[in-house]
């Protein structure tokens, strides 16, 4: 070896050493809003990134199918059972009247800081009255007879109050005594685990241990009584069984929205996670509302199962539970038991699990294609593991380049890599088959070639999706790699009696091929016309407006996901009121300014009700003014007996409502710790949001069905509330806000593709030197564009910002083989050229067409585009050069 | 057959009049719908004077039963096929009684009757017939020790198809007695 040679082995083995180093320590992760743009403003930052902890990312929502009701609500309860003892689940809701004690306490013993009805009027002889006086005509009432056993302690009826207050959220239909679908096929288990959402080994362990108790649960009803009914229900219980699990990949349609833990985009509208906070915010009000509606049930629970109560009420939806699931326990025949899972933590777990078996599939088949047609066409099996070699080299760069920049590689980002594998492989082809003859002008065309690829790449960098730019690094520094080991490495490397397989028939062939085929220039313009006729003719449904289709969650877990929640009741939440300040306290008092502003909208029907922190933990301000409305102990009484005259009740009799009430005069405000252990608290923590510095309360708009919201108006009236400085309220949105986000992104994307393709071009005029030579060479790659996008649009598919960047894609990778036909129309080619041009195309088709078999989107729609592409592109090129050129430069 | 179960239903029931219970639950059950008047006096310890409402009771077989309180506030309460939706004012609550198993006792006990659906009040309750086709009484003791603690006796007297009182004796000591008058129209 020469002594540049050592040197540039040894250089190149020292990197290949840090490289190794850099790439065994580096970060994996599996956070599906790489791929989604992120949120541009301070706002939806900050309730993106409040929701990668909160609450919201926190809920598994489980669903039980099969058997009858009555089995399904026993493996309800055994499973909430077995869950609320594990320390993995903070909560555990399935509809069962489940530390309601706790709730019931803390609602009461505050009645007076809660009840909204607490004023100064309250108190007088006249407001006494007619409080007292509804209590009991109340009581005259079915509905109020439970309430009886309050009266000595709550004779204005506060309790009641609060639960009119809060139990205005619908709850879902019970069966059997716990949550049950609408259509009674299913039992509804809501679990809050203690591992936020991101943390996906934490929410993995959660998803095992709902699956165990489901097991446990099941397995009790089957080896308990055998009998007929029990039979065919456990014919298929078990592992995997009929379990469907809500697996592969985030977005929940509901709108689950945890930056790392999934990427949401649901077709109902909820979030799409880092796409905007707006989504985030959306997905998370859904969720709170979720929430919110199962700590509001809870709340209604309790005061029913206690005191009963003016709301005891359950809003049914939908009286068929009830029938339903008697019709259902009185059908015959009754399936398996299957447990079907959904969620934030759910989908990451899945999305975890499926990017990694993808990437190593996809690796394995792609490098095993690759090698196969290497050893056909090489016949020698030193040869291929030279030629692997700068192949390998240029992976560990692109990986080491993206832990580098950074901090963590993506798996999505090691999907992709599969393409650098076929492209990479290139040179060494070129080098191997094309040094059989001298090829002076060889290095020349390759390195135009590459540096248009890097270009192309390059486009990547600036755009507003990190895994895209994940994917633009890795595949320059892969690229540049693979182009420089193999010119100034593998020379050295290779033992100078290196034999292959003589490929000369083989670029014969496809010479003798390219004759036949031979047709003017002209008629190729039968492809742009015809390309733009299928374009113009589907031009309404090209684009892909969704942000989902760019989430890797697949269409029937969404629909999974869709259903659950409505099952649970989760309210469609797409309008949100955000109320954002300084502190917990200036935000709550601004979420109760809001609020006659609201009530009024509901009143007027524009909205059909919402949700508000405020209701669970009033800011400190109103309970203080609550408790200042209570008079001392002697006017009270004096008005008490003033209000009692006429009444059938003795004022004796109210001993503890006097009691109560004096102590409520100086007892502590109620503060958010005091709510621990409740339901409350999870509605809290759902809506009031902090980043440390700012806090922001959501308040959940719900719209009514049957007209489109005028939205309009609930800006009007929110804005002309009145707030404290620092203080501001925003209405989001938030399908709207994503529908923005993501034209805006499309924009960008466009603009970014076109600034790439002007890239190109301007490189490849400054190299040929000659427009002419330039627009043949760029012809055969726009040619393959539009085939391709015609193509696509043909077969159904519709396109979305990936396409986009795949078409950039087919004309930076497409110009490597564009440039060698333009060359040898000018020199001559030989056969080799053809043949190594072939193998080499063979080579990129193979590596970007495993990708187009993935279940993720975003390397599907790569592979789709590219791999086609690519080989329209040499097909093209060769047209169009062997168009113009005699037999005879076509020869050897 | 129908023998038979009187044989056992008397060993059952001791002194009860078979074959009047029977008789009357089956011209009970003739009766498809009815509209009447009520009156309905609650008895509270805590307070001096009974809490007096009333209103009309419609009834429809076999079972839809509406409680519509005119005084002292007006409240519309339909129990329809186990659910309750009470109207009361600007307020609606829905109460599915296989949810609220304590509320069942109160209802199921006036519909049962109206519907002459012996089997179902014997499900909840131990049933007393004392009197004659023409004018019985029935005592209801809930079977469930649970609701024993809420409710002790539903007493309800009547005369052939037709219940005039209904008294509900709470464990508490608390007692409702409603008093029923003829139809009210057709």
């Known amino acids: 070896m020469t002594r540049t040679g ?312 939908g009286t068929a539970a009830g029938a339903s699931g008697t019709a259902a326990g009185a059908s015959g025949a009754r399936a398996a038991l299957s447990l079907e899972m959904s969620g934030p933590g759910v989908f990451s777990v899945a999305a975890r699990a499926n990017i990694k078996q993808q990437v190593a599939t996809l690796s394995v088949v792609s490098t095993l294609l690759i090698t196969l047609m290497l050893l056909w066409v090489y016949r020698s099996g030193r040869a291929l593991v030279l030629g692997l070699i700068p192949v390998a080299s240029g992976a560990l760069a692109g990986i080491s380049a993206v832990a580098l920049g950074f901090g963590s590689v993506h798996g999505i980002t090691l999907g992709f890599g599969v393409t650098l594998i076929g492209e990479s492989v290139d040179y060494s082809i070129y080098l191997f088959i094309q040094s059989q003859q001298r090829n002076a002008t060889l290095w020349s065309t390759i390195r135009l070639g590459v540096l248009t690829s890097v270009v192309g790449f390059m486009s990547l960098l600036p755009s507003g999706f990190p895994g895209l730019q994940q994917l633009g690094l890795f595949s320059i520094s892969g690229l540049i790699v693979a182009a420089l080991v193999t010119r100034y490495v593998l020379p050295h490397l290779m033992p100078p009696n290196l034999t292959i397989a003589d490929v000369t028939p083989l670029g014969a062939a496809v010479a003798a091929g390219i004759q036949r085929v031979r047709m003017p220039t002209t008629l190729l313009l039968v492809v742009p016309i015809a390309a733009a006729l299928v374009l113009y003719t589907h031009r309404g449904s090209v684009w892909n407006h969704e942000i989902s289709a760019l989430s890797p969650v697949s269409a029937s877990d969404q629909a999974l996901d869709a259903m659950l929640r409505s099952d649970i009741g989760a309210p469609d939440v797409s309008y949100l009121v955000v109320v954002s ?312 | 057959m129908n023998r038979l179960l009187a044989v056992v239903a008397v060993l059952l029931m001791g002194a009860a009049d078979v074959p009047d219970l029977d008789r009357v639950m089956g011209a009970l059950a003739q009766r498809k719908e009815g509209h009447v008047s009520f009156t309905e006096k609650k008895f509270i310890a805590m307070l001096d004077t009974p809490v007096v409402s009333s209103g009309e009771l419609l009834y429809n077989a076999p079972d839809r039963l509406e409680k519509r309180t005119l005084l002292p506030k007006p409240e519309d309460l339909v129990l329809q096929g186990g659910i309750v939706t009470a109207q009361r004012g600007k307020r609606h609550y829905t109460l599915d009684l296989k949810q609220y198993p304590q509320v069942l006792p109160f209802i199921e006990s006036i519909r049962a009757t109206l519907a002459g659906d012996r089997a179902a009040l014997q499900r909840i309750f131990k049933v007393d017939f004392t009197g004659s086709f023409e004018r019985w009484s029935l005592d209801l003791v809930p079977l469930d020790t649970k609701l024993a603690k809420t409710v002790s006796m539903i007493h309800i007297e009547g005369a052939t198809d037709f219940i005039h009182t209904v008294e509900i004796r709470e464990a508490d000591g608390d007692r409702s007695l409603m008093t029923i008058s003829p139809d009210v129209g057709q």
């Open chain 1, 6 to 317: 050592r040197l540039a082995t040894a250089v190149w083995a020292a990197f290949l050493l840090a490289a190794i180093v850099i790439v065994a320590f580096a970060r994996y992760t599996t956070d599906l809003s790489a791929f989604l743009p992120r949120s541009p403003t301070p706002t939806q930052r900050l309730l993106v990134d409040q929701l990668r902890e909160g609450i919201a990312s926190r809920l598994i929502l489980v669903g039980i199918e099969g058997a009858d009701p009555a089995e399904r609500a026993r493996i309800s309860m055994a499973m909430a059972r077995q869950l609320r003892g594990d320390a993995k689940f903070m909560a555990v809701s399935n509809g069962e009247a489940v530390g309601v004690d706790k709730d019931r306490e803390v609602l009461f013993n505050h009645r007076y800081l809660l009840s909204e009805t607490v004023t100064p009027e309250r108190f007088t002889a006249e407001g006494l009255r007619d409080s007292i006086q509804e209590t009991l005509d109340l009581l005259a009432s079915p509905v109020g007879m439970l309430a009886k056993s309050l009266l000595p302690r709550d004779p204005t009826g506060e309790m009641l109050q609060i639960i009119d207050q809060l139990g205005s959220e619908r709850q879902p239909p019970s069966s059997d005594g716990v949550w049950a679908s609408r259509d009674g096929k299913r039992a509804l288990l809501v679990a809050q685990t203690r591992a936020a959402g991101s943390d996906t080994d934490g929410q993995e362990a959660a998803v095992a241990a709902v699956r165990a108790a489901f097991d446990v649960a099941t397995r009790a009803t089957c080896t308990g009584a055998r009998n007929e009914a029990t039979a065919n229900v456990c014919g298929e219980v078990g592992a995997g069984g009929a379990a469907t699990e809500a697996s592969s990949a985030t977005a929940g349609a509901g709108g689950v929205a945890t930056e790392a833990s999934s990427a949401t985009a649901g077709a109902r509208g909820a979030a799409t996670e880092a796409s905007s906070a707006a989504a985030g915010a959306g997905s998370a009000a859904t969720e709170t509302s979720s929430t919110a509606a199962g700590a509001r049930g809870a709340a209604t629970e309790t005061s029913s199962a206690a005191a009963g109560a003016r709301g005891a009420a359950t809003e049914a939806s």
């Open chain 1, 581 to 892: 300040g300084p502190s917990q306290e200036a935000v709550l008092h601004a979420a109760e300014a809001v609020n006659p502003a609201l009530n009024t909208l509901v009143e007027e029907k524009v909205i059909s009700g919402f949700e508000t922190p405020a209701r669970y933990l009033p800011s400190l301000e109103a309970q203080r003014a609550r408790q200042t409305s209570i008079p001392k102990p002697e006017d009270l009484q004096g008005n008490l007996v003033r209000a009692l005259q006429g009444l059938p009740l003795q004022i004796g009799r109210l001993e503890p409502f006097l009691h109560d009430i004096d102590s409520a005069r100086t007892q502590p405000l109620l503060t958010r710790k005091d709510l621990d252990g409740t339901s409350l608290a999870t509605g809290v923590d759902a809506l009031l949001l902090s980043d440390g510095a700012r806090w922001s309360a959501l308040l959940p708009l719900r719209v009514p069905t049957t007209v489109a919201i005028d939205i309009a108006r609930v800006h009007s009236a929110v804005s002309k509330v009145a707030l404290g400085s620092g203080v501001e309220t925003v209405v989001l949105d938030v399908k709207g806000e994503i529908d923005k986000l993501y034209s805006s992104y499309l924009t960008e994307v466009v603009r970014l593709s076109l600034a790439g393709f002007a890239g190109i071009v301007v490189l490849l005029g400054f190299f040929l030197r000659s427009a002419g030579r330039t627009a043949r060479v760029v012809a055969p790659l726009a040619l393959a564009v539009l085939t391709v996008t015609a193509g696509l649009v043909l077969l159904g598919q519709q396109l979305t910002i990936l396409h986009l960047i795949g078409m950039l894609l087919i004309v930076a990778v497409g110009s490597n083989y564009a440039l060698f036909f333009d060359r040898s129309s000018h020199e001559g080619s030989a056969t080799l050229t053809l043949a190594s041009l072939v193998v080499a195309n063979t080579a990129t088709v193979l590596g970007f067409g495993v990708l187009a078999f993935s279940s993720v989107p975003v390397l599907s729609a790569l592979g789709s585009t590219v791999a086609p592409g690519a080989f329209l592109a040499l097909v093209f090129s060769a047209l169009l050069a062997g168009g113009g050129d005699t037999p005879r430069a076509m020869a050897a």
